[in-house]
Each structure stands twice: as C-alpha cells, then as structure tokens.
C-alpha cells in the first residue's frame, strides 16, 4: 500500500511527499476531516515511507515496511483510547507517548506515534504532551487524528502541522471500496448508500447488517410518519426498544441506529429542498424517501435532525440510559410531523 492507494487526498498527500523529499518533517502533524476518508491509512503509509530502508520509499517489501503493515513494527506506536474507555488520560499519554519519546528508537531511525481519536486525549494530558511536541529528545514524529479539530486545545494545534482530509464524493468513494474489497464488495453504490458515505462503515461492517438496521430506521420514520391511528406509539418504542435488545453493546448499537435514522431524515430534507444541488446517500430508495418527505415540512425536518442528534450526544457522551433516551426521542419526534409543511 503506498500514496497511489489513497484516493482523493492529492494535496494532503502532495503536502506529505514533499515534506519527505526535502528532509523538512515536521515533529508533530494533525490529520483532520470526516470519518473514514483515508486520515489513518495515510499515517500508515507516511511511517513507511519514514521507517524504509528501501530505494524508493515506502518500497513495500523492506523488513520496516512489512512489520509497519502487520502493525509489529517497535518504533511505530498507535494510541488510542483504552478497553472500554472514551478517552486517553495522562496517566496513558505519559506511558504511552512521553515516556517512549524520550528513548531511543529500537530499530528504525525515529519513533513515530499515532494517536487515533486526538479529540479523545483529556486537556490534562494535552498539557502534559506539550513539551514533548515542542521539544523533542530524538527524531520523533507525532501524528494527531481526528474528526473535529475544534475540539483540540489551540496550544496543541498552533505547534502541529495539520492537514485537511476531505470528504469524498460517490465516484472516489466507489473507487476506494474497489481497490479495497474487489469482488468482494458486491453492489457498491449499495454499500455506498447503506453506510451513509462512510467508507470506514462500508469496510467494517456486514452489508446485510447494515440493510437490516437501515430497514428498521425506515420502518421507525414510517410509523412516525403514518397518521394517527395507523401507528400505535407503542409499536414505535417497542421498535425503537429493539433496536437496544438482547446484546452485550446496546449502547452501540442504539447508536447506530440514531447514525442511520440521520442519514434518512437528512435524504428526506435533501430530497425536498435541495434536489440537484446536494445529493442523497439511498439513491435507491429516492420514491419512499419522497414519498416521506410530505409528511414533514422542512423545519419540521430539521427539528427532527436536531432531536435525533441530541439523542446521539445523550447517549454517546452523556451516557444516559440507551431505551429511555429512545422512549423521549419517540414522543419529542412525533411533534415534529407535519411541522411547518
Ligand atoms: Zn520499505
């Protein structure tokens, strides 16, 4: 895998290339942009090409590249939050990072850490990493990833170099998901809509998993959007209920559901509003989602939106009870049916 893999980041990787080819890396880097758009896989490919002992880096086949890409490689340290926890505190960044960056590299010419999930790293441990960003004690490349620059202290971000990911559209996406999964992949534009134009979910997950929870978020805006009578709200909570049944990680799961049920509402108004200028993820469900779309009018949709969202945030950060949050999520969409059409 080298800079050819990476599709759609020609000036973030034009920025890595040439910071190799003039000796100028700097000691501290951000990568920042959507979810699965290549932020991690271009890390990868930058260690190599820092670690190779090859003629043209990253040849692929030198002893550093293979062992980068089995992820054995001793001077290529990824952090990332630990088992179970949301974030990386100091205790973790002094052992992981601090601690290391003042020894010597074991095999290749400089120690290189990854921090996935930067926005995760507490303030305290933020503090404690800055000395080490500024003053390095041997050649030490440290790479930040996230999603959200904004949620990294500006003393952080004012001695990184950061480069922005951006978002793909659906030609380069179905470009990735070719080169990634072949064959494999079944009927890409599919999967494309099914994970929401999220290549990090296309390539992780199921496809058949994925219809199913799509089905089930479209199957919830239905009833909520049928007439009084049609749907029982009770038939609703027990839909959204099972949604959050019968698996050790419902709190993960309940989220994916409010992941996808955004997706939808966020076609519907794509679809009423903004039909030519914007385009929907479900291309193929184009009818059913119209077809929806007039049971709301637009600010009803982005009430909706806003409700879902906070649902995501409550029990995504907040940590509020997964079915409750759901049950208040029913009520509080309910009203927002026929809101302003
Ligand atoms: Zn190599």
């Not at 590249?65 to 088992?83: A, F, M, Q």
Request: glycine letters at 10%; charged letters at 25%; a negative charge.
């Amino acid at each position: 895998m080298d800079w050819e893999f990476l599709k759609g980041q020609d000036a973030a990787v034009a920025s890595l290339r040439r910071d190799l080819a003039s000796d100028r890396v700097a000691n501290a880097y951000i990568f920042h942009g959507p979810e699965g758009v290549g932020k991690s896989t271009a890390a990868l490919i930058f260690a190599k090409a820092l670690q190779c002992g090859g003629e043209a880096p990253p040849c692929g086949e030198c002893p550093a590249c293979l062992k980068i890409d089995r992820g054995v490689h001793p001077d290529v340290i990824h952090v990332s939050p630990p088992e179970g926890r949301k974030s990386i505190g100091v205790e973790h960044i002094r052992e992981a990072v601090i601690g290391r960056a003042v020894q010597r590299p074991q095999e290749g010419n400089r120690q290189i850490f990854v921090i996935d999930e930067a926005h995760a790293v507490t303030i305290g441990a933020f503090n404690a990493l800055l000395k080490t960003l500024e003053e390095p004690s041997y050649d030490t490349v440290i790479i930040l990833i996230t999603q959200n620059l904004h949620a990294l202290p500006p003393t952080v971000v004012s001695r990184c170099r950061r480069l922005l990911f951006r978002s793909l559209n659906r030609d380069e996406q179905r470009a990735v998901l070719a080169a990634s999964l072949g064959g494999a992949g079944g009927d890409l534009d599919q999967l494309i809509s099914l994970s929401l134009g999220r290549l990090g979910t296309a390539l992780g997950n199921d496809p058949e998993v994925l219809a199913g929870r799509r089905e089930a978020a479209l199957g919830f805006l239905e009833g909520l959007a049928a007439p009084p009578g049609k749907a029982d709200i009770i038939d609703l909570l027990s839909l959204a209920a099972s949604q959050g049944s019968g698996s050790g990680a419902v709190r993960a799961e309940v989220l994916r559901f409010l992941e996808m049920l955004l997706g939808l509402l966020r076609d519907i108004l794509v679809l009423k509003v903004a039909a030519g200028d914007l385009e929907p993820w479900n291309t193929d469900l184009d009818e059913v989602l119209r077809e929806l779309g007039r049971r709301w009018g637009a600010p009803g949709l982005i009430q909706a939106m806003d409700r879902v969202e906070t649902a995501v945030r409550d029990v995504g950060e907040i940590n509020t009870n997964p079915s409750l949050t759901l049950e208040s999520l029913v009520i509080g969409l309910r009203g927002t049916v026929g809101a302003g059409s």
